[in-house]
């Protein structure tokens, strides 16, 4: 057995409290020292010797609030979210997205580096690393305040060493070590997660799956991929792969997937399969104001396009939406029944969509779902935009910085 020096116990055992207390005051405050206390069972002293080291190295401030029970007001205290910036960045499949936040998540900065995929996996990393080179560069003279980088990208990610293996979009570009090369550059700490797993926690720390317990974020954009919370916590499954609902086969005869597979959910009812069944009902003939929105171009229609005949009610467009609603709501019937989430957010760019594919979700999940789970289950939209994924990402990030303010 290896003999711990009580050098080393010690400061283990103080970096243990301090990681209490901040995290008492991170994520419950405003809140006393007193109230660490009690919370955390450390004793007064001991509270409020850490709560003047994390205040002197400015990882704490006092609020202006204060508490009182009718005798003398006491200080409260809570994180000050500029001590330290994070990075996020998602890779979708033709833009770069990249944020910086604080760490409560308020975002200081957006930026957007649009890419051709022919540029191949070399000119991608290039773009990449410059792309977050530029951003760092940019807050002058606060380099040093970057706790790291969080990236989300829409493929399969081992969480051993933060390789993507899959690129569904970038299928020819093979297994891209982002973690390691990204780290190699900048002597950043990063994180690397699936796309829709970061969109997911970024709705548990800062959006609409706050405070909840078990729910599903449907990422809808040019695939489907899905986050999965289940007991507060962010499951990720055995190799770190689950979520993959886009890839859930619902047409045997249906078109061939990208990941090789026939009829996957995400052929049916992603943004490119709404375009392309647009292009081929107005093909065959079917009478539409689309084309004429285009331009009069077949290769000019795009999501906004659609989106914008379907509220001059052109019919195709309503039908279209229509029909993506309710493959996508027979496939959230499956997840409401088999795993009972009491919440289901839809993110991506079915948003702008709103009621024309929220209306026939919920329709089918009335006549589909079964009673008791359908009851206890609520679909909406997220709130946090295009940036749920790429704020998402940081916060493995800021939760490691919880747990050791003071090495930091």
């Not at 493929?155 to 190699?184: A, Q, T, Y």
Request: with cysteine; proline share 4%; hydrophobic share 40%.
């Amino acid at each position: 057995m290896t003999k711990i020096s009580p050098s080393l116990r010690a400061t283990s055992l103080s970096q243990h409290n301090a990681s209490v207390v901040f995290a008492n005051i991170f994520y419950n405050g405003p809140i006393t020292q007193r109230e660490i206390s009690r919370i955390s069972g450390l004793s007064f002293t001991t509270t409020a010797a850490i709560v003047s080291r994390l205040k002197k190295r400015g990882i704490i401030e006092r609020s202006i609030e204060s508490s009182t029970n009718g005798g003398r007001p006491a200080a409260l205290y809570r994180c000050n979210p500029s001590y330290r910036y994070v990075m996020g960045i998602e890779a979708q499949h033709d833009k770069l997205y990249l944020i910086v936040s604080d760490l409560a998540g308020h975002v200081l900065s957006r930026s957007t580096t649009p890419f051709d995929k022919k540029i191949g996996k070399d000119g991608f990393l290039d773009l990449l690393l410059q792309a977050v080179k530029n951003l760092i560069d940019s807050f002058k003279g606060q380099s040093t305040r970057f706790l790291g980088v969080g990236i989300g990208v829409g493929g399969l990610v081992d969480p051993k060493d933060g390789s993507v293996s899959i690129l569904s979009h970038l299928p020819d570009w093979g297994n891209l070590s982002l973690k390691s090369i990204v780290e190699g550059e900048f002597h950043l700490k990063v994180f690397v997660q699936n796309n829709s797993d970061a969109a997911a926690l970024g709705e548990l720390r800062y959006g609409l799956g706050r405070g909840k317990r078990n729910f599903l974020f449907i990422n809808v954009k040019d695939g489907i991929g899905m986050g999965i919370v289940l007991n507060g916590e962010l499951y990720m499954g055995t190799s770190g792969t689950a979520g993959e609902f886009g890839h859930i086969t619902v047409d045997d005869h249906g078109p061939v997937c990208t990941c090789g597979n026939v009829g996957c959910l995400e052929t049916l009812t992603s943004v490119p399969a709404l375009v392309q069944n647009a292009k081929k009902s107005i093909t065959q003939g079917v009478t539409s104001m689309i084309k004429e929105i285009a331009g009069g171009d077949l290769n000019a229609i795009t999501f906004p396009v659609l989106l914008e005949a379907a509220k001059q009610e052109d019919k195709l467009a309503y039908k279209l939406f229509t029909d993506v609603g309710r493959y996508l709501g027979e496939g959230i019937v499956s997840l409401v029944n088999l795993l009972n989430p009491e919440l289901i957010i839809i993110g991506g760019d079915f948003v702008q969509a709103g009621d024309l594919i929220l209306e026939p979700i919920n329709d089918v999940l009335r006549r589909q779902a079964l009673e008791l789970p359908r009851k206890a289950v609520e679909v909406v939209f997220s709130k946090l935009g295009e940036s749920a994924s790429a704020l998402g990402s940081v916060v493995p990030l800021v939760e490691e910085f919880v747990a050791s303010p003071l090495s930091k």
